[in-house]
Nanobody
Framework: QVTLVESGGGLVQAGGSLRLSCAAS????????IGWFRQAPGKEREFVAR???????????DYADSVKGRFAISRDNAKNTLYLQMNSLKPEDTAVYYC????????????????WGQGTQVTVSS
């Protein structure tokens, strides 16, 4: 069982930055994906970024093209916490952001993820 608790959302002007956090109750294991998705009103949930843990010490990050170069995903294993640093924010980044995890690696489809946080609202004004 894994519990994910998100924080860090808020209101920011275009060009600004936010850092989202996701505290996980479980410990990092090999062959797991953990990452971020977002959903705007009336839109489908979409992939943002993920980390794939191939072993206990080797991992890789993956990003959606829309956020590549602006967002950075990272982790703190000692705190069991996942972060999303969001820079150069745009109005089109406005959405509810969710952290999620799954057993196995390589998926960017929301339906393949097993555990979800409650979501945190990010609003970017122009």
């Amino acid at each position: 069982q894994v519990t994910l608790v998100e924080s860090g959302g808020g209101l920011v002007q275009a060009g600004g930055s936010l850092r989202l956090s996701c505290a996980a109750s479980g410990r990092t294991r090999s062959n797991y994906d953990i990452g971020w998705f977002r959903q705007a009103p009336g839109k489908e949930r979409e992939f943002v970024a993920r980390i794939s843990w191939l072993t206990s010490s080797i991992s890789y990050a993956d990003y959606a093209d829309s956020v590549k170069g602006r967002f950075a995903i990272s982790r703190d294993n000692a705190k069991n916490t996942l972060y999303l640093q969001m820079n150069s924010l745009k109005p089109e980044d406005t959405a509810v952001y969710y952290c999620a995890a799954r057993r196995g690696t390589g998926s960017v489809q929301p339906g393949e993820y097993d555990y979800w946080g409650q979501g945190t609202q990010v609003t970017v004004s122009s």
